[in-house]
């Protein structure tokens, strides 16, 4: 337990070094998520935009955060938090995706993008 | 040690200080507003293909040009939390202002590319679209604000060597904002 309090207080031992090599993958991961969709390929535009977006999100909460080193139930609890957001998007998501299902209709009809806007 | 001090820097809680254990809470919390914000965008994309044509008006440089600025000021924060830790309070608040330069420029670059497209008729009332558009980055712009007045009343206490724990709750903080526009960019500005 004290160990691993001297383990963050320090930031895992690592020097400023570290840190910045890790900045550089970040900005590495960041041309390969602006590059990506210029494939024009929906699977690797994917890929690239969102799949590189949870590894930088990863490597930010590991090493700058410190979430590696930090108490596991800190972890949990973030961890939860995310649980729920799954299970909201779960649960709303089938009354806004789909436009029927037992025993109703949606009426609703979302307005043609653009029109509302004006001046272009 | 004095009475007059505020809890958070006395006290510990399962062998987490006060301070970072609020912090952590307060994260958890954010998570919830921004993960339901993104989760009902996602939704709403998912249905509505078209939505793509408006995607398309969002301008990837400037989204890109932020993701940088932000990813390198969450280093400069870190560095801040580093000098702390070496007991550095001068070096630790200068790299808190850095970070703080790091938001301007954030918002510097916001308002450009804002005023380019409101300009142009996009509202946050043009459409479904524009509203979770401004929504999601104003939200996000508000909590960048947020954490640059909290470095700054850090790092003049930091300079002076006082209160240095608070340097990394408030870099954590600047973490979690990073991370959620990491989310945004791809979202708003890629996915097209």
Known sequence: MAEHAHAHAHGAGHGDAFYVRIWAILLVLLFVSVIGPEFGIRVVTLITAFGVAIVKAYMVGRHFMHLGIERKWVVWILAMMMAFVVLMFAGIAPDVQLHNGQNWIKLYEEPAPGSGAHGH | ?192
């Open chain 2, 1 to 192: 040690m004095s009475s007059s001090k505020p809890i958070a820097t006395t006290r510990s809680v399962m062998n987490l200080p006060t301070g970072r254990l609020a912090l952590w809470w307060v994260i958890a919390s954010e998570i919830v507003i921004f993960g339901g914000l993104l989760g009902s965008y996602i939704m709403f994309r998912l249905s509505h293909d078209a939505w793509a044509e408006q995607a398309a008006i969002t301008s990837t440089l400037a989204g890109a040009t932020n993701t940088f600025i932000l990813l390198t000021s969450s280093l400069s924060a870190v560095l801040a939390h580093q000098a702390a830790e070496r007991g550095d309070g001068p070096r630790a608040a200068k790299m808190l202002r850095l970070t703080v330069l790091g938001g301007l420029g954030f918002l510097i670059v916001k308002s450009i590319e804002w005023t380019g497209e409101i300009q142009h008729g996009y509202t946050i009332t043009s459409n479904l679209f524009w509203s979770f558009y401004y929504t999601a980055a104003g939200l996000h712009g508000l909590h960048v604000i947020a954490g640059m007045i909290c470095m700054l009343i850090v790092a003049r206490a930091a300079a002076r060597n006082q209160e240095l724990q608070r340097v990394e709750i408030v870099g954590l903080y600047w973490h979690f904002v990073d991370v959620v526009w990491i989310f945004l960019f791809p979202l708003l500005y890629i996915a097209k």
